[in-house]
């Protein structure tokens, strides 16, 4: 039963960074699709950004050019970097990885298309 484990959630203040990682139990991250998606309250879940099996990776447009999405497979971990954050960055945080896929927008592929999630992780941007 393949695990993943977040960490580096918290609360900054707008313009400040964090620095996401999810730990898989197993060697999952390689071929896979893997992606950071995020749920605000009352709001629904939406994919951040991913990577597919290909490596091909894509940012929700309100993202772009601020977050960064690796991977480290030997390493087993997937990483978000997140710069110059917003109040409306705020939000539980869930890394997830699924199998093969190619896609040109990873990072619309639905919720339910993944297998495996996190526990998830706040960010609070005040």
């Known amino acids: 039963h393949v695990q993943l484990v977040e960490s580096g959630g918290g609360s900054v203040q707008a313009g400040g960074s964090l620095r996401l990682s999810c730990v898989a139990s197993?060697?999952?991250?390689?071929?896979?699709?893997v992606g950071w998606l995020r749920q605000a309250p009352g709001k629904e879940r939406e994919g951040v950004t991913a990577i597919d099996s290909d490596g091909r990776i894509s940012y929700v447009d309100s993202v772009e050019g601020r977050f960064s999405i690796s991977k480290d497979n030997a390493k087993n971990t997937l990483y978000l970097q997140m710069n110059s954050l917003k109040p409306e960055d705020t939000a539980m945080y869930y890394c997830?990885?699924?199998?093969?896929?190619?896609?040109?927008?990873?990072?619309?592929?639905?919720?339910?298309?993944?297998?495996?999630w996190g526990q998830g992780t706040q960010v609070t941007v005040s």
């Open positions: 197993g060697s999952i991250y390689s071929g896979a699709c």
């Open positions: 997830a990885a699924g199998g093969t896929v190619k896609a040109d927008l990873p990072h619309l592929l639905p919720a339910t298309w993944y297998n495996y």
